[in-house]
């Protein structure tokens, strides 16, 4: 079983969310992560950037701010 570690980068740098995802769903904007036991984390603002399936990593990139927010 492979699971994915997920990260949130910012400025260039990658800080660390979620351990142990078994599951990761983009929701129109908000990115939710499960892991195998239910446990759950939403991060709003943030798009699937990159997965790496060598490296069991998925990155989290912040969305820009639509101008008409």
Do not use: P, Q, W
């Not at 910012?10 to 892991?35: L, P, Q």
């Not at 490296?55 to 008409?68: E, H, M, Q, V």
């Amino acid at each position: 079983m492979c699971l994915s570690k997920v990260y949130l980068r910012e400025g260039g740098k990658d800080k660390i969310v979620f351990e142990e995802a078994s599951n990761i769903i983009d929701n129109h904007g908000t990115i939710e992560v499960y892991s195998i036991f239910g446990e759950n984390k939403k991060v709003h603002g943030y798009y699937i950037k990159e997965v790496d399936f060598l490296k069991n990593s998925t990155i989290l990139g912040k969305k820009k701010r639509d101008a008409n927010e």
